[in-house]
């Protein structure tokens, strides 16, 4: 069942509209402090929205529905991870806008030095790849199973998402991606949280017929899944949360520092909500669509069978809003980095228009290796799953101990970041280049090692006339 004309016009209306929000923030853009923390005046609304819509992206959506297709409700334990996270930085997210930190790598540099940033920031670019890859990705996928009358294939399709990501993000900087953010938020809850499920819930019928839908493909509190992989959900994204650097430059973009741990609760809150949605939807899907040959497009599929002309529109124009409200920040994070993180550092007296110039050809050069990196087609959940664990295990131990730990060391930070990512990267290697599955999860190991060699080393490095203090230790 293909999408009608009017549908497809309500899917290019939205499109043009948050182009058109880049080139207006273009016109508020007048730093580099700006495009990359909108000046550090972000009011509680926009705040609460660009956090929100970070979170749910088309792994959180349609990466977690395909997986619960797969493994039913078992997949919520990554949620719970993700959830507390965002409650544990609630209680220090106020502290970090108060000491004026621009980015995760910057406070890196305050504790280890400018090289240590610098390998930070690197780090971030790898894995920030990937994940604007895999909203590209899903964007190909939607196109051509639901618009095949358009003619366009998965790689124009692909092409085309980047372009308009790239636009509004290249234009506008945070402030862009944080006005189409609050947007698309609205948009997701209008047409994936409420008209989808009332419309399914109408045409499924009364309370049996819901609870024949809701069976479980797999029986078992794992789901199916295997026990450690399910525990490494817990070390990978509640650590992820704390040392996002898409959260710490909202942080840093905040107005007022009191906004901030409401903003992380009400967030929590929300994912929570999304996540107990869309699992439960790719159950759902699992129950009518027992063979769907995507499991990633249960939820899109039901939108083209289940609802109306114009809100099948509103509702694929959400699936958009929540791909493209990961992928612009990722990109964002991008350009700042290299500008911020690794050429304001290597060279102090870089102008603040060169700085801003940078910052955009980033963006535009990372938007086009993200497309050969979509190209791949590795399923969501997966991709991401794998990006985030070489983030972890490399800068989840230097990044904690930088804020809180009062015998940090540099060379700690150095050996916990090699050995950590590195150990992750060797038996990933292993496992899909060899075929050889280790007996522990990778990245319970690259992160469990990071820790251990931390503490360790800095035991054995630490002295008290080179010491430093912890980034929040005024605060």
């Known amino acids: 069942m293909a999408?009608?004309?009017v549908d497809g016009l309500v899917i290019l209306i939205y499109l043009a509209v948050i182009v058109g929000v880049g080139f207006y923030a273009s016109t508020k853009i007048k730093s580099s402090a700006d495009y990359a923390v909108a000046g550090r005046s972000m009011k509680f609304p926009v705040l609460c929205g660009?956090?929100?819509?970070?979170?749910?992206?088309?792994?959180a959506t349609m990466g977690k529905a395909g997986k619960a297709y797969e493994a039913g409700f078992a997949v919520l334990y990554a949620s719970i991870a993700y959830m507390l996270g965002y409650v544990l930085m609630a209680f220090f997210a106020s502290r970090l806008r108060a000491a004026n930190i621009d980015s995760m790598p910057d406070v890196l540099q305050r504790r280890y030095g400018k090289t240590m940033r610098v390998v930070g920031a690197v780090i971030l670019l790898l894995t920030a790849i990937p994940v604007v890859g895999i909203?590209?990705?899903?964007?190909?996928?939607?196109?051509?199973?639901?618009?095949?009358?358009?003619g366009i294939s998965f790689t124009g399709a692909v092409v085309i998402a980047a372009l308009v990501i790239v636009v509004y993000t290249l234009l506008g900087g945070l402030l862009a991606v944080a006005f189409t953010d609050l947007m698309q938020v609205g948009i997701m809850f209008l047409g994936i949280g409420i008209m989808l499920p009332l419309l399914l819930l109408f045409e499924v019928g009364d309370l049996d017929a819901l609870k024949a839908v809701l069976v479980s493909p797999v029986e078992g509190w794992l789901g199916g899944l295997d026990l450690a992989y399910t525990l490494s959900f817990f070390p990978v994204f509640t650590a992820i949360v704390l040392i996002d650097p898409s959260v710490w430059q909202r942080i840093a973009a905040a107005k007022c520092a009191e906004d901030l741990r409401p903003a992380m609760f009400l967030t929590a809150g929300f994912f929570g909500f999304w996540s107990v949605l869309v699992v439960g939807l790719g159950v759902v899907a699992f129950n009518l669509y027992p063979g769907l040959s995507e499991a990633d497009l249960a939820i899109p599929q039901m939108i083209v069978d289940y609802m109306p002309p114009v809100l099948k529109g509103i509702c694929l124009a959400a699936i958009i809003a929540l791909i493209m409200s990961t992928g612009d920040s990722m990109l964002l994070i991008c350009g700042t980095t290299v500008s911020w993180d690794i050429v304001r550092v290597l060279r102090?007296?870089?102008q603040d228009k060169t700085l801003l110039l940078i910052s955009r050809l980033v963006i535009l050069v990372i938007g086009i290796v993200s497309v050969f990196f979509a190209l791949l087609r590795i399923p969501l959940f997966e991709v991401n799953f794998m990006a985030l664990g070489i983030f972890v295990s490399g800068l989840f131990m230097p990044v904690m101990g930088a804020i809180f730990y009062r015998h940090a060391t540099t060379i700690g930070a150095v050996c916990a970041t090699a050995l950590g990512a590195g150990s992750f990267l060797g038996l990933q290697l292993m496992q899909f280049g060899l075929g050889i599955t280790p007996p522990v999860q990778p990245i319970l190991v690259g992160l469990g090692l990071g820790v251990v060699i931390y503490f360790i080393v800095c035991k054995f490095t630490w002295s008290a006339d080179t010491a430093t203090s912890p980034a929040l230790a005024r605060q």
């Open 3 to 5: 999408i009608e004309i």
């Open 50 to 59: 660009t956090l929100i819509g970070t979170t749910i992206g088309a792994a």
């Open 135 to 150: 909203q590209l990705s899903a964007c190909g996928l939607i196109v051509t199973q639901f618009l095949p009358d358009l």
């Open 348 to 350: 102090p007296g870089t």
